[in-house]
């Protein structure tokens, strides 16, 4: 990657791959920021919650100029293909480049945020630019929740207009993002012994593209947790189902894109068995031939007979759960055309020790609307003896019609490329928002990015061309800002 350009960027990319970076396994990536800053000599301060904030003077001409904050965050999801030997924890990202995009082996690029840092540490880096007063901003945590942007103290932020570079479609100016929040349900387990009689089998849904829960939920992509719901409730319906375990999906920000269920039936309930996963597969197919082709259902026999089975009543409390709770979008804005107003993804099923876990994202740019939604999850939860928690709340961000950095955005794109960006609200949620709410919505904030596909998946794959121009959109907005 060393010839590519812009060379800057990508080469602090790279550095940044080379430090494994999931949310909540940051303290390395921080420190390199911090080490970063000081091999600069430039001012720096990390927080508590390992949030870095590296602040740049102007450059002649601009010392007196208002100050002007960059924005990303550190950490990325992780996701890998099934086949892929990858250890999130202490091995690099592996890149390649394919034509003119870049891909990661398999896993999850950290396109998401990465890129962001990378262009900011250039920008502080570099002796040639023009621009106001900077700081760059690198949160933690953002992918679960936020974290580090809810424990930024605003005190430490001195610039009033912020450059947020975490969408991922060029020339789209984002203006607005929904609230959310995750809901957290345990079913408690009550287990019984299992019958050495009966038959038992593996059920695994594969072949789901998966994808962004807020940005991709439009699509109509299927969720692997649904529809294991769907089939257990179909099984359960002509045979007495045991059920030994159930786990599915695994960040509750992605659309599920794989589950497995374990279970048990009696020996002449396996051929209705094999035939209502062929019957189920098809029909799933069926439903979902534009946005999921290639759903796959596998039935496996279980060659340890498993010691223990859910109780009837458990049985029945997961799978009315998961059948019930609301998925996918939920209304649709009458004020913005085409914008998603709430939706609510089924994320993660895991089966523990004494109870099942299952957590979901709620999101919605109307907060009376997401608290609606949460509090029908804790009613479903309640009648399938539930307990429900709500974790990560953040607000949304809404419009500023009197937003100066946005025309300077808007007429700069037009001035560079020759045609008008779309003005966009998004159905996902960005800092902005928690930062539109600490500042007491005194900080002009936008936010953009090079288009990065398939965010949150093994395929996410950063544009090469689309970074280029972004950056040349980003130097030439800061050489503006004086």
Known sequence: MENMEPVEVFHYFEEM?????????????????????????????????????????????????????????????CEKRPDVMHDFMTDPIQMKVVGDMLYANGTTLGGDDGIAVAMGMA?????????????????TSEETGMDGAHALDPKNILGKTLINIDSEEEGILTVSCAGGCSSKIN????????????????????????????????????????????????????????????NGGSKH?????????????NLEAVPMLKEKISSMEHIFRDEFKVSDPDIKIELNPVENMPKRIM??????????????????????????????????????????????????????????????IFHTVAA????????????????????????????????????????????????????????DKKFEGKMDMISVGPTIVGVHTAE???????????????TEVLKALK
């Not at 904030?53 to 010392?63: F, H, Q």
């Not at 920008?123 to 949160?139: F, K, M, Q, R, Y």
């Open 17 to 77: 791959n080379s430090i494994p970076r999931g949310s909540g396994n940051e303290k390395r990536i921080s420190d390199y920021l911090v080490s970063f800053a000081k091999e600069h000599n430039l001012e720096v301060i990390q927080d508590k919650a390992l949030n870095v904030i590296i602040r740049k003077p102007g450059t002649k001409g601009y010392e007196e100029s208002p100050g002007v904050v960059i924005q990303g965050h550190m950490d990325m999801v």
């Open 123 to 139: 920008v502080l880096a570099s002796d040639t630019l023009e621009h106001p007063p900077v700081e760059l901003l690198v949160t």
């Open 187 to 246: 079913l408690p387990i009550i287990w019984e012994d299992a019958d050495s009689s009966r038959a038992a089998y593996i059920i695994d849904i594969t072949g789901l593209k998966g994808g962004h829960s807020g940005v991709e939920i439009h699509t109509g992509r299927a969720n692997a947790n649904k529809l294991m719901a769907r089939l257990l409730k179909s099984v359960n319906l002509d045979t007495d189902l045991n059920l030994c375990s159930i």
């Open 253 to 265: 920000n992605a659309i599920a894109r794989d589950a497995r269920a374990v279970v048990c039936v």
């Open 311 to 372: 109780s009837k009543d458990t049985r029945d409390n997961i799978i009315n759960f998961m059948y019930l709770i609301p998925n996918g979008v939920q209304s649709v804005s009458l004020d913005i055309e085409g914008l998603v107003e709430s939706s609510l993804n089924l994320g993660v099923v895991q089966t523990g020790e004494e109870s099942i876990e299952i957590i979901s994202s709620i999101r919605s740019s109307v907060g009376s609307i997401k608290d609606n």
């Open 380 to 435: 479903i939860a309640e009648l399938t003896n539930g307990k429900v928690t709500a974790e990560s709340d953040y607000p949304e961000w809404k419009y500023n019609p009197d937003s100066k950095v946005r025309l300077l955005f808007i007429e700069l794109y037009e001035k560079l490329f020759g045609e008008k960006p779309l003005i966009s609200a998004i159905h996902a949620g960005l800092e902005c928002a928690i930062f």
């Open 460 to 474: 996410e794959h950063l544009s090469i061309p689309s970074t280029q121009r972004t950056w040349k959109y980003l």
